[in-house]
């Protein structure tokens, strides 16, 4: 007899309640294998890849792509014993629920791949980091402080043909990294189709029937006029879900619950760009993106070890303030899919090199959106750099479960004092948010000139 089993919508991450389904990968029909990807869904804060725990053959799909599903809602079935009785059942026909132990264990391997540090680097001109609130800012500043980061080199591997990935006229394509590694191998031009998933992301199926010679649907440009858009009112109404929708309740929560305070330093980096160039060009630091955010996190470090209330927290229900003995630095990202605060573990028992290869390895997957809810989650302390888009400083609020933010402005060319006369100097703005009732005046101005004496000269860091 066939044997039918339900597979429901797993919590990916603590206190997950739901989640939005972007596509499939399987059909009714089809054969699946053990942990073979299945799905793909977005929850609060990443796009995970979900694979089944059975082995067996696809009967029905529950849901469609676009559709909100709470966690333990059954979304697929599937007959995981296709060798039985040759008594077929409809594909539609309502399954027998197997029990809940059974069928909500945790599942074999999923969420995204595991981070490696060789990855294909690839274009993406909507992605950018740094800000919090300014959601698409850029993270890490070159030598113009309004550069967005670099790409690492591309490894030598076999010759294959090229997608392009410049945008067209505006346009660029919405797909998943998979996808467009499959595109490439396949040779199939991503501007030339039009997905069919919610919002217009290009599944694999459309690039295999491109490849197969399919004619193509036309490209779906921007326009004013698509989904929502009412002509009358020339107005156009969004669904708050997913990744908006999870930054704004975690923003209202922190706005009207921590009383923020938020003070200003501006400060004469001019030696801390000095030392960058010179590191740049030594044997140690050969081949490592080296940015202005390294040189802050290291400052955030050290300094939190001298004021540690910057890096505790209110904890309400126990009425107790929580100090940490390490610090999981975030920085705050913008990615295609709404904004993302990834960790940087232990960032204070790293070195100034450690900390950079960490930037450019948390940079690199959430380009990808491979940025999965783990990596975001337990944070300390979280900066966000508003200064790759020219913007001097900022009010940004407070993540929650942390007790402060710093904001890096813009490294600008600026008349200063120096010696009684004026002279150019490399200057840049510092604004530090923090919850009054873990941190007083002293402790938070305290904390920010640390900051910036750090960052103003950073031989001061070998007298911590």
């Given at each position: 007899?066939?044997?039918?089993?339900?597979?429901?919508?797993?919590?990916?991450?603590?206190?997950?309640?739901?989640?939005?389904?972007?596509?499939?990968?399987?059909?009714?029909?089809?054969?699946?294998?053990?942990?073979?990807?299945?799905?793909?869904?977005?929850?609060?804060?990443?796009?995970?890849?979900?694979?089944?725990?059975?082995?067996?053959?696809?009967?029905?799909?529950?849901?469609?792509?676009?559709?909100?599903?709470?966690?333990?809602?059954?979304?697929?079935?599937?007959?995981?014993?296709?060798?039985?009785?040759?008594?077929?059942?409809?594909?539609?026909?309502?399954?027998?629920?197997?029990?809940?132990?059974?069928?909500?264990?945790?599942?074999?391997?999923?969420?995204?791949?595991?981070?490696?540090?060789?990855?294909?680097?690839?274009?993406?001109?909507?992605?950018?980091?740094?800000?919090?609130?300014?959601?698409?800012?850029?993270?890490?500043?070159?030598?113009?402080?309004?550069?967005?980061?670099?790409?690492?080199?591309?490894?030598?591997?076999?010759?294959?043909?090229?997608?392009?990935?410049?945008?067209?006229?505006?346009?660029?394509?919405?797909?998943?990294?998979?996808?467009?590694?499959?595109?490439?191998?396949?040779?199939?031009?991503?501007?030339?189709?039009?997905?069919?998933?919610?919002?217009?992301?290009?599944?694999?199926?459309?690039?295999?029937?491109?490849?197969?010679?399919?004619?193509?649907?036309?490209?779906?440009?921007?326009?004013?006029?698509?989904?929502?858009?009412?002509?009358?009112?020339?107005?156009?109404?969004?669904?708050?879900?997913?990744?908006?929708?999870?930054?704004?309740?975690?923003?209202?929560?922190s706005a009207f619950t921590a009383p923020h305070v938020t003070e200003f330093l501006t400060v004469d980096v001019t030696p801390m760009m000095e030392l960058?160039?010179?590191?740049?060009?030594?044997?140690?630091?050969?081949?490592?993106?080296?940015?202005?955010?390294?040189?802050?996190?290291?400052?955030?470090?050290?300094?939190?070890?001298?004021?540690?209330?910057?890096?505790?927290?209110?904890?309400?229900?126990?009425?107790?303030?929580?100090?940490?003995?390490?610090?999981?630095?975030?920085?705050?990202?913008?990615?295609?899919?709404?904004?993302?605060?990834?960790?940087?573990?232990?960032?204070?028992?790293?070195?100034?090199?450690?900390?950079?290869?960490?930037?450019?390895?948390?940079?690199?997957?959430?380009?990808?959106?491979?940025?999965?809810?783990?990596?975001?989650?337990?944070?300390?302390?979280?900066?966000?750099?508003?200064?790759?888009?020219?913007?001097?400083?900022?009010?940004?609020?407070?993540?929650?479960?942390?007790?402060?933010?710093?904001?890096?402005?813009?490294?600008?060319?600026?008349?200063?004092?120096?010696?009684?006369?004026?002279?150019?100097?490399?200057?840049?703005?510092?604004?530090?948010?923090?919850?009054?009732?873990?941190?007083?005046?002293?402790?938070?101005?305290?904390?920010?000139?640390?900051?910036?004496?750090?960052?103003?000269?950073?031989?001061?860091?070998?007298?911590?």
């Open positions: 007899m066939p044997e039918y089993k339900q597979f429901p919508l797993s919590d990916t991450a603590e206190g997950l309640t739901e989640a939005d389904i972007l596509a499939w990968h399987v059909k009714p029909g089809d054969t699946v294998t053990v942990n073979q990807i299945v799905v793909e869904i977005e929850t609060a804060k990443a796009a995970v890849e979900l694979p089944i725990p059975w082995a067996g053959v696809v009967t029905e799909l529950h849901v469609e792509p676009g559709q909100t599903v709470e966690v333990g809602t059954p979304i697929l079935t599937m007959d995981v014993d296709p060798g039985g009785a040759a008594a077929p059942a409809p594909v539609t026909a309502a399954a027998p629920e197997a029990p809940a132990e059974e069928e909500m264990k945790p599942l074999v391997g999923y969420g995204s791949k595991a981070v490696v540090t060789k990855r294909r680097a690839r274009k993406h001109p909507n992605v950018a980091l740094g800000a919090s609130d300014a959601p698409n800012a850029t993270l890490g500043a070159s030598n113009a402080p309004n550069a967005t980061l670099g790409r690492k080199p591309q490894p030598t591997a076999a010759p294959a043909p090229v997608v392009a990935e410049k945008p067209r006229g505006g346009y660029v394509p919405l797909a998943k990294p998979p996808v467009r590694k499959l595109a490439k191998d396949l040779g199939v031009d991503l501007h030339a189709l039009s997905g069919t998933a919610d919002g217009g992301v290009i599944t694999r199926d459309d690039v295999a029937r491109a490849a197969n010679g399919s004619a193509p649907a036309p490209v779906a440009q921007p326009s004013t006029v698509d989904a929502g858009y009412d002509p009358g009112t020339r107005e156009r109404r969004v669904p708050i879900k997913g990744v908006r929708k999870a930054t704004a309740n975690a923003m209202v929560q960058r160039e010179k590191l740049k060009k030594s044997r140690e630091f050969a081949g490592t993106k080296l940015t202005p955010l390294a040189f802050a996190a290291k400052a955030v470090c050290l300094a939190a070890k001298r004021t540690p209330d910057v890096n505790a927290v209110w904890d309400e229900a126990a009425q107790e303030i929580v100090y940490k003995d390490y610090v999981h630095l975030g920085i705050a990202a913008a990615t295609p899919r709404g904004l993302v605060v990834p960790k940087i573990r232990d960032a204070d028992s790293m070195s100034l090199k450690e900390l950079a290869v960490a930037l450019t390895e948390l940079t690199d997957v959430a380009r990808e959106g491979k940025t999965t809810p783990a990596a975001m989650a337990n944070g300390t302390f979280t900066i966000t750099n508003v200064g790759v888009f020219g913007v001097d400083t900022g009010t940004p609020i407070i993540n929650p479960g942390e007790s402060a933010i710093l904001a890096v402005g813009a490294i600008r060319d600026t008349p200063w004092v120096v010696g009684g006369e004026i002279v150019v100097r490399k200057v840049m703005q510092l604004s530090l948010s923090f919850d009054h009732r873990v941190i007083d005046g002293q402790q938070g101005s305290e904390f920010l000139a640390d900051v910036g004496a750090l960052l103003a000269d950073p031989a001061v860091a070998i007298t911590y």
